[in-house]
């Protein structure tokens, strides 16, 4: 642990050219007292380290004097895909060893490559997160991404829509999704998608599976993808929008947006639009029309127009007098 600090400071030196003991002691998390230490060991080492006092001062490299010693340990390789996913890192337990091999390879840049690198890090930042959403907690994932990476079989006690279920399975990889993660695992003859957040337990067995060298993750997670958006609203609904009403549509979701996208004017003035919404069930379509009324229009099916008149008169009848 103390050389794998010492390496790591001696390359955040040769990144960032000065820092104080109490910045170092906050990036690793330890006190100044054993950055002091550290520094002292360096120097002891060979390395051309020194400090100055007061105002601006901090401990630096001897101008021109660079390491060589920047090969990624096991860790710091698994962490390589993540460099720009520090939170996504975090979650997996891989958050160190990210910072860590960010760092070596900066420091393996040529000339101002490194400074021109860092500057663009440190002026651009992901966030995976839709507004007003916090991460959820999924203290299963580092073990369950162990699993996926060494292939050994798991048992997972998981909290479905159906109640619970357990499932032994083989994982086949994780997902981050819109700022939640998911595990594509093969139990028996189905391969599925598990939400992270909704496992309960989880057992890493001592049997060891070979990977599948016919499955590629990004692949099935795309057809996986599709296949759920067209069950999930697997009924159509034909609409009339003013522009206001297209305007408010979109901002349903990209399957609106989209149907918005593809609409056809409509024969009547004003910039009215016909459209065909996908839908998810002919009650969603009734409330989703009577919440944009009267920019929308439901004009097929005829069902569906027959049981938004319904619910409107009743609407009507219930607000014709004080409550």
Do not use: N
Request: glycine residues 8%; contains cysteine.
């Amino acid at each position: 642990m103390r050389a794998s600090r010492l390496l790591s400071i001696l390359i955040l030196l040769q990144l960032r050219q000065r820092l104080t003991a109490e910045q170092l002691a906050a990036e690793f998390e330890v006190s100044p007292r054993t950055i002091h230490r550290d520094i002292e060991a360096l120097s002891a080492a060979g390395v051309p380290v020194y400090g100055e006092r007061g105002p601006g001062g901090g401990f630096q490299l001897h101008a021109g004097w660079r390491t060589q010693l920047t090969g990624l340990d096991a860790d710091e390789a698994r962490a390589l895909p993540l460099l720009t996913l520090p939170a996504a890192a975090r979650e997996l337990g891989l958050g160190d060893a990210a910072r860590r091999a960010g760092a070596k390879l900066l420091a393996a840049l040529p000339g101002d490559s490194a400074t021109l690198s860092g500057r663009l890090q440190a002026c651009f930042h992901v966030d995976p997160l839709g507004w007003y959403h916090a991460p959820d907690a999924v203290p299963h994932l580092p073990a369950l991404a162990q699993a996926v990476l060494d292939g050994r079989r798991v048992l997972i006690d998981y909290q479905s829509w159906k109640g619970p279920r357990r499932y032994q399975a083989e994982p086949l990889g994780l997902v981050l999704k819109a700022g939640q993660w998911y595990a594509v695992v093969a139990a028996g003859a189905r391969t599925m998608t598990l939400k992270v957040t909704q496992v309960q337990a989880l057992t890493v067995l001592d049997e060891v599976v070979e990977r599948r060298p016919d499955f590629d993750l990004a692949r099935w997670w795309q057809a996986s993808v599709e296949r759920f958006e067209r069950e999930l609203r697997p009924l159509r609904a034909t609409l009339r929008a003013s522009p206001e009403g297209c305007r408010r549509l979109a901002e349903l979701g990209d399957y609106a947006a989209q149907a918005v996208a593809r609409a056809t004017p409509a024969p009547s003035p004003a910039g009215w639009r016909r459209l065909s919404l996908p839908i998810e069930t002919a009650e969603q379509a009734v409330r989703l029309v009577m919440g944009l009324a009267p920019e929308v229009e439901l004009i097929d099916p005829a069902s569906l127009r027959a049981q938004l008149a319904r619910w409107c008169r009743a609407l009507a009848r219930q607000h014709q007098s004080p409550p």
